[in-house]
């Protein structure tokens, strides 16, 4: 008989999730509690472990359609020297795919057609999970649902995680990040370039993500919550490209986002038929922008698992068993970059730690160089 998955949440860990357990054999449900699919949130950074999943769930053609290749990375002072310029173009060869830039609203959208719309089930806010034999999932609209697995991707305030495990302390430094979109042809930069700029009071970021946009993503010591003052801030960073940028933003796409991780890592992810994935498992500073690309290594490694055993709960044991201790070093250098007095320490360097924190961490699973 078909087994059956119930998911919740239908961000990219729930709907990567829908995907890979469909092209299983399974009988997949994703539950989503808003009453459409989430698309606000500027741009994303994959990078290619990443892509290499979505490659693998078959998405490779489809992704290269609605993102952009990144050939190089540049590294600037607030005052526009340049500290570093990493050429990506190897990178294909070397880790199987390029660093891109997507919009979020097109990722969300390619993945919920490979899902297909039939599987969601969208206005179901999960409230109770139980457990024996099955799992059964009790919904605030009174909807009840059960399976032989629970896939909880319901984000970092994850319904699913407190159910089984209990509350989680979150660190609450007050750290913000703010983001904002503008269109490549309203300024002068290398179209196929990140780039970041490093100052003492803040940090700076931007990235093409196809058909023509880029977003750019910041943070400014003391400002949390106007606009306004971010957009002046940065526009007095003078001889770097940031003015230009900040310029060209059409303020209403500017947001914030408040970031948070966990005081202390979980020491397991899954009990019985239950199991959690992306943020609702590891949520993470975005100081290496591997949020959702951890999100999809957690669903390649449950597929693997899921493949591997018959028995669902040996399977979730194996999944965690893979991934936790993968992850948590990615989450700790996450919180690095957010240390704006290293920042000036890093501009007399001509090397931005990113790449090798990237390859030592995140491609060989090793400790990185300080
Ligand atoms: C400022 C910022 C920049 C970032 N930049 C990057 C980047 O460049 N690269 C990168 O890899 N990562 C980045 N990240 C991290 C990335 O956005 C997240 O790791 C990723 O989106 C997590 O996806 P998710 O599916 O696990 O969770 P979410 O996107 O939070 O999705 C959870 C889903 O579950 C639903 N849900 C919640 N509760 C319930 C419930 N009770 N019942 C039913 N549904 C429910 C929600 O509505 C939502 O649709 C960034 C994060 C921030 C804050």
């Not at 089930?121 to 799992?135: K, P």
């Not at 990237?358 to 699973?365: A, F, K, P, T």
């Amino acid at each position: 008989m078909q087994k059956r998955a119930l998911i919740c949440g239908a961000g990219i860990s729930g709907l990567s999730a829908g995907i890979c357990l469909k092209r299983l054999g399974w009988h997949v449900t994703v539950f989503e509690k808003d009453s459409e699919l989430r698309t606000a949130g500027a741009g994303l950074n994959l990078w290619p472990n990443g892509v290499r999943v979505l490659k693998s769930l078959g998405l490779g053609a489809p992704y290269a359609e609605i993102s952009c290749s990144l050939e190089r990375y540049r590294t600037y002072s607030s005052t526009g020297e340049v500290v570093a310029i990493e050429d990506l173009r190897d990178w294909p060869e070397r880790y199987g795919a390029y660093l891109s830039g997507v919009y979020r609203r097109d990722l969300s959208r390619m993945l919920l057609d490979a899902l297909g719309s039939e599987r969601i089930r969208f206005g179901h806010q999960l409230s109770e999970v139980e457990q024996d034999d099955q799992v059964v999932c009790r919904f605030t609209n009174g909807q009840v649902a059960e399976g032989d697995l629970l896939v909880g991707a319901d984000g970092i305030g994850s319904i699913v995680r407190s159910a089984v495990f209990g509350q989680q302390s979150f660190t609450a430094a007050g750290l913000v990040r703010w983001r904002g979109l503008f269109d490549l042809c309203d300024v002068d930069v290398d179209p196929l370039s990140e780039a970041e700029v490093w100052g003492e009071d803040g940090h700076f970021g931007y990235l093409p993500i196809g058909h023509g946009k880029a977003y750019w993503f910041a943070a400014a010591d003391g400002i949390t919550h106007d606009p306004k003052a971010v957009v002046a801030h940065f526009a007095a960073w003078k001889g770097s490209p940031v003015p230009g940028l900040v310029a060209a933003t059409d303020e209403a796409t500017i947001i914030r986002s408040d970031l948070h991780d966990f005081v202390e890592p979980l020491s397991h992810w899954s009990k019985g038929r239950v199991t959690i994935a992306g943020d609702a498992a590891h949520p993470m500073l975005p100081g290496m922008a591997q949020g959702a690309n951890q999100a999809l290594e957690d669903i390649a490694a449950l597929g693997t698992a899921l493949a591997a055993h018959d028995d669902v709960e040996q399977a979730l044991r194996t999944y965690e068993q893979t991934r936790m201790p993968q992850v948590a070093p990615v989450v700790r250098y996450s919180r690095s970059l957010f240390d704006f007095d290293d920042n000036h320490e890093l501009t007399k360097s001509d090397r931005n730690p990113l790449f090798d924190r990237y390859d030592r961490i995140v491609e060989r699973r090793g400790v990185p160089n300080q």
